[in-house]
Structure formats: structure tokens, C-alpha cells
């Protein structure tokens, strides 16, 4: 296993984190229990949750994946140092959480107590911002006319993120967190903590985690760039596009206990002629060089100049294997022009 700087941290990160989601719905305890146990014996010291997990996220499954970590790390405490753990807080939009309400400074120091406990620890390594109190182009708001930019009260959105930082800086004082990070942000955001944390003497953004795959490389070269100039650690999440990628979904099919079989938030935006066409030239690349279609999408997110540790999630032992054999592939050049060859037919699939 590869290890990488989280940002400014001083913390070493594997190239591999263990995404978690899908425990409380997809999988039970015992399964989460077999996760964790394999990545930590294969060299992963890097977890990845949230409030809001499991998902699809609802008011039955909130909690439930910190839930489940807290209740392994009840029967191993002793191995609280192995890893790194990164959880989040949810943005605005979710009746059940906060009544919906955006992330202020308070509910930071509220949200870290209850993470805590279902989590059984004492302390979190990575606190992170799930999405921004105002609306970005993720989730497939990314086209152009989606989001009105020039709508939006930057004064006002500035005074929040000062507020949310000094949440934060109370929880780093308290040693409840150790460093905090955005997910589902734009470059704007990152470069507007930053100027507030060095204006204010505040805790500086040490990693994003935004969606990033064949499929979906908006972030590509800009965001990214950016994240290497300032030190800031680049975490793809869905790397596989939700499953796509694995081409498990081609002519429509939704096999039984998977992500697309259950109703999705966004819905399934995904599923676009364009990502079906593009899928199924991705899956005769991958047999042509001999590898799975879920190992060429995650070798090559691990390869991109600018990506730090990237977040794996599996339903199976199986699976999680497959995925991380992924990561110790190195790509030849013949396979990366054939890929590109692929990409710059479907750029932008969905």
C-alpha cells in the first residue's frame, strides 16, 4: 500500500480509503466487521463516513454507519490508532436532520458530540462539511443556467463559513476534532475558507472529497490543480460512478440488493444513453488489457496527477478485494490512450 500526505496535516493517508455507506442497509454488522478487518490487514488506514449514512439516506438510516463503526470500535479500542477516521456533518435540505436548516458554528459543536458517541471514540482525525449551505454544481447542476452564481450573497455566505470555522475551531481546542475538511464544494469554497482561516487564525481545509470518475471528471483540471497548489488533499468518492462503471447496470438491468436498486435522493441521474454507450466501450478496454471494468476505472482514478487517497466502497468481500487489487495496478500507455479514446468520445456522460 501507497501512503500520501492528507493535505498539511502531517497525517500519512493511504491511496485507498474504505468508504462505508452502505453499512445499516446494504450490509449488516457482521459484513462491516469482515470490511474492516480485511483493509486494515491490507495496509488501509484511512475510513471514510458521515452523519447521514447509511444510504439511500432517510430518517430509519441516519446514524446507522457510525452506529455500526462505534459498535467494532467498542470490541477494539485498542485499535483506534490504526487508522484514520473521517466522518461529516449534512448540509441543509434534510427535514429529519436539523430540521433541515444549514450548518452553522453551533451545530458543528452539537453534530461532532453525536458523531462521538455513535462512533465510541474520543476523537475525530477528519470532520468534514457533507455539501455547502448553497447550492453547487454537483449532482448533475454542473451544466450551464442550473445555478444563478451571480444570485448568490457572498457577504452573507462568507459570514457563515466564519461561523462554521469557528464551530470548528472549538471542537479542535476541545481535542474532538483534529482537522476538518469539504466535500461536494467548488473551488471558490476552498479558496474562501482558506482566506478566512488565515484572516482569523482558524483551522485550515485539508481535503476535499468530490465525485470523480471516467464518467464524471468536471473537477479535472482545474479544481484539482488548484487543491495541489494549496495542499489540499484531493478525495474522489464514486470513482465507479454509483456502479456504473462495473457495467452491472447495461440494458437496464438493477440486480437485486444494489445501489441502483433502491429509490436515490437525486434520483438516478446517472443512467443516461450517453453513460451506457460509454460504459460498454470502458468494458471492452478493460478486456482488452486483461482486467476488470472496476479495476481499470480505479486504476486509472488512482493514477490522475493531483488525486490523494481515493474512497472505495463495497457491498462484498469480494468486491472490496477486486477494488483494491486496483491499486496496485499500473496502467500501461497503450491502455491509457485507449481510455482516452473512450473519454474524449463521452466527456461528459451525465
Not at 8 to 26: H, I, P
Not at 65 to 89: C, M, N, P, Y
Not at 257 to 282: C, L, M
Not at 307 to 329: H, N, P, R, W
Request: charge should be negative; include cysteine.
Amino acid at each position: 500500500m501507497k501512503y500520501v500526505p492528507l493535505g498539511r496535516t502531517g497525517l500519512k493517508v493511504s491511496r485507498v480509503c474504505l468508504g462505508t455507506m452502505t453499512w445499516g442497509t446494504q450490509n449488516t454488522q457482521a459484513d462491516a466487521d469482515v470490511q474492516i478487518e480485511y483493509a486494515l490487514a491490507n495496509g488501509v488506514n484511512f475510513m471514510d463516513t458521515a452523519e447521514m449514512y447509511s444510504i439511500p439516506p432517510n430518517a430509519e438510516s441516519y446514524g446507522k454507519t457510525e452506529t455500526i463503526i462505534g459498535d467494532w470500535l467498542s470490541r477494539h479500542s485498542s485499535r483506534r490508532q490504526e487508522f484514520v477516521l473521517a466522518t461529516k456533518i449534512a448540509g441543509p435540505g434534510l427535514s429529519y436532520i436539523r430540521k433541515g436548516g444549514p450548518i452553522t458554528g453551533e451545530s458543528i459543536v452539537s453534530s461532532v458530540e453525536a458523531s462521538l458517541k455513535r462512533l465510541k471514540t474520543d476523537y475525530i482525525d477528519l470532520y468534514q462539511l457533507h455539501w455547502p449551505n448553497r447550492s453547487t454544481p454537483h449532482f448533475a447542476k454542473h451544466f450551464p443556467g442550473d445555478i444563478s452564481f451571480t444570485d448568490l450573497d457572498r457577504k452573507a455566505q462568507s459570514a457563515q463559513m466564519l461561523d462554521i470555522l469557528q464551530g470548528i475551531d472549538k471542537c479542535v481546542k476541545a481535542g474532538k476534532i483534529r482537522h476538518f475538511g469539504l466535500s461536494d464544494d467548488t473551488t471558490w469554497g476552498i479558496n474562501e475558507y482558506i482566506r478566512l482561516s488565515d484572516q482569523h487564525g482558524l483551522p485550515r481545509v485539508a481535503s476535499i472529497q468530490n465525485e470523480f470518475s471516467l464518467l464524471h471528471a468536471k473537477d479535472w483540471p482545474y479544481l484539482i490543480e488548484n487543491c495541489v497548489h494549496e495542499d489540499v488533499a484531493y478525495l474522489p468518492w464514486s470513482a465507479l460512478a454509483a456502479g456504473a462503471l462495473t457495467g452491472k447496470y447495461l440494458g437496464g438491468a438493477r440486480p437485486e440488493g444494489s445501489r441502483w436498486s433502491y429509490a436515490q435522493r437525486n434520483g438516478i441521474f446517472r443512467d443516461t444513453p450517453h453513460v451506457e454507450k460509454a460504459v460498454t466501450a470502458y468494458l471492452e478496454v478493460a478486456k482488452n488489457h486483461g482486467i476488470t471494468p472496476a479495476q481499470l476505472a480505479l486504476a486509472w482514478c488512482d493514477q490522475v496527477d493531483g488525486v490523494s487517497s481515493t474512497i472505495i466502497g463495497a457491498t462484498s468481500l469480494s468486491q472490496l478485494k477486486e477494488d483494491m487489487a486496483a491499486f496496485e495496478l499500473v496502467l500501461s500507455e497503450e491502455a491509457l490512450k485507449d481510455i482516452m479514446t473512450v473519454f474524449k468520445e463521452y466527456p461528459v456522460p451525465f
